[in-house]
């Protein structure tokens, strides 16, 4: 049911590497996560922003007789966009959590706030550290800025990238599926029953055409 913070701080710097962290967190992460701290298993899976299993006794309301019983925490499993990944992470978290989530500004705001002693979850941890270092990477990045005439230009190349990304799908489908002999078998019926129709509309005036004359001579 529980694991000691040993066993976790050794499966975070397995997952993220010693190399990656950023100087100073692995020291602060061993002052955070002692030996002896035991946490509950579920939790390695999620965010639980301090929220366990808590023990307690139901008493009773005759005798007052205690029994042993227990809490858990409210976990849902939520997709929380990150902006520094540039996509959504599938994460279990609890209601306290999404709370404390949304309070910060997101989950890159949360991670980057929370101090770890109060991050007391392996995949919480893991997150933290890993965004750290992304967002340090980000700091030492040159920043360049563009005038309004090269942002519309960027911004046309773009466009005109999804139309010609459009159009090679449309032609791969078209190619995959044969969809354009398909069209092309529809243009040919069209064509033939024009042609056939006109036939029937010609013949059908040409006999007009030979009633008239045997008309005239009979009348005649």
Same mark, same amino acid.
């Given at each position: 049911?529980?694991?000691?913070?040993?066993?976790?701080?050794?499966?975070?710097?397995?997952?993220?590497?010693?190399?990656?962290?950023?100087?100073?967190?692995?020291?602060?992460?061993?002052?955070?996560?002692?030996?002896?701290?035991?946490?509950?298993?579920?939790?390695?899976?999620?965010?639980? @922003?301090?929220?366990?299993?808590?023990?307690?006794?139901?008493?009773?309301?005759?005798?007052?007789?205690?029994?042993?019983?227990?809490?858990?925490?409210?976990?849902?499993?939520?997709?929380? *966009?990150?902006?520094?990944? #540039?996509?959504?992470?599938?994460?279990?978290? $609890? $209601?306290?959590?999404?709370?404390?989530?949304?309070? @910060?500004?997101?989950?890159?705001?949360?991670?980057?706030? $929370?101090?770890?002693?109060?991050?007391? $979850?392996?995949?919480?941890?893991?997150?933290?550290?890993?965004?750290?270092?992304?967002?340090?990477?980000?700091?030492?990045?040159?920043?360049?800025? *563009?005038?309004?005439?090269?942002? @519309?230009? *960027?911004?046309?190349?773009?466009? #005109?990238?999804?139309?010609?990304?459009?159009?090679?799908?449309?032609?791969?489908?078209?190619?995959?599926?044969?969809?354009?002999?398909?069209?092309?078998?529809?243009?040919?019926?069209?064509?033939?029953? @024009?042609?056939?129709?006109?036939?029937?509309?010609?013949?059908?005036?040409?006999?007009?055409?030979?009633?008239?004359?045997?008309?005239?001579?009979?009348?005649?």
């Amino acid at each position: 049911m529980a694991f000691r913070g040993k066993e976790m701080m050794k499966k975070i710097l397995k997952k993220v590497g010693e190399n990656n962290l950023a100087p100073g967190v692995k020291d602060s992460l061993k002052k955070c996560i002692p030996d002896s701290k035991i946490v509950m298993n579920r939790a390695k899976r999620g965010i639980f @922003a301090g929220r366990h299993i808590q023990f307690g006794n139901r008493i009773s309301e005759d005798g007052g007789n205690k029994s042993r019983r227990n809490w858990k925490p409210n976990v849902q499993e939520k997709r929380l *966009f990150s902006y520094i990944l #540039d996509r959504h992470i599938r994460v279990k978290v $609890t $209601t306290h959590a999404l709370r404390c989530i949304d309070k @910060a500004g997101g989950i890159d705001e949360y991670l980057l706030k $929370t101090p770890y002693h109060k991050m007391d $979850t392996e995949i919480g941890l893991f997150w933290k550290a890993k965004i750290e270092k992304l967002y340090e990477e980000l700091g030492q990045m040159e920043v360049v800025f *563009f005038s309004p005439e090269d942002e @519309a230009k *960027f911004e046309q190349g773009f466009r #005109d990238l999804k139309l010609s990304e459009r159009a090679a799908r449309k032609e791969a489908r078209r190619r995959m599926y044969g969809s354009s002999t398909q069209h092309d078998q529809i243009e040919e019926g069209q064509a033939d029953r @024009a042609g056939s129709s006109e036939e029937v509309a010609g013949s059908e005036g040409g006999s007009h055409g030979d009633d008239g004359p045997q008309q005239c001579v009979a009348n005649a």
